[in-house]
């Protein structure tokens, strides 16, 4: 079983369309949780990090059921440019906290 | 917002050859990392260094590959003998806090011939 598992993909979505993400980890001892965004031949950069009691920023949302082992990304009103790979990442909190990343999943935004 | 610097941003070289890839990590950053993503194919974790030694390495980290702080500044990744299979692009991470997230650079794309 791979340590972090993500919706295949990809998602092909009209604007103002409404999108979740779903990941899911392995390993009951991870200790913190992010998602990151991919564009295209670019280095990862951190979207927003999950908390167990869930967070918004803006049109993003943000759930962690730790019971579960199961995280989940909402984009409300998609916009063009948020397209891009959505990279779920998982952080085991020990050995200088090594970040694990699933494969990705591909959000494409059309007109 | 402090940047973490990566240098050359592509670097092209003959199979066997030895390669050197440098990062800059953020200045007060304790953990520093290795990654690695081939063109299509997601991020895989390659090393993870900590109070002057390797914490954590992957399977792909093998006897060819090596880290260095040499300084207070630079944290490099050697590839001693170059493999076709060894293109990728390269990033560098680090971190202030265990828990934190991760900055990262904008990648070294390694092209081995």
């Known amino acids: 079983r791979k340590e972090v598992e993500q919706d295949p993909g990809p998602f092909n979505v009209p604007e103002g369309a409404t999108v979740a993400f779903n990941c899911t980890y392995s390993?009951?001892?991870?200790?913190?949780f992010f998602w990151y965004r991919q564009d295209c031949r670019k280095e990862p950069k951190l979207l927003m990090s999950v908390y167990s009691s869930g967070n918004e920023d803006g049109r993003f949302t943000a759930q962690l059921n730790r019971a579960s082992q199961y995280i989940s990304l909402l984009i409300r009103d998609s916009k063009l440019s948020d397209s891009a790979t959505y990279l779920c990442v998982v952080n085991k909190g020990t050995n200088a906290g090594k970040s694990t990343f699933g494969d990705g999943t591909t959000l494409t935004v059309k007109p | 917002e402090p940047e973490v610097t990566q240098t050359p941003s592509h670097q092209v070289t003959q199979m066997g050859q030895e390669v050197i890839l440098r990062c800059v990590p953020i200045?007060?950053?304790?953990?520093f990392y290795w990654y690695r993503q081939i063109l299509g194919q997601k991020v895989e974790f390659l090393v993870s260094?900590?109070?002057?030694?390797?914490?954590?390495k992957s399977e792909i980290f093998d006897d060819q590959f090596s880290v260095e702080r040499p300084d207070g500044s630079n944290f490099t990744l050697k590839i001693r003998s170059t493999k076709l299979e060894d293109s990728a692009m390269y990033f560098c991470a680090s971190r202030g806090q265990l828990n934190e997230k991760l900055f990262f650079g904008s990648g070294t794309q390694l092209s081995v011939l």
């Open positions: 200045s007060n950053h304790l953990y």
């Open positions: 390993n009951s001892a991870s200790q913190s």
């Open positions: 260094f900590y109070n002057n030694e390797i914490s954590e």
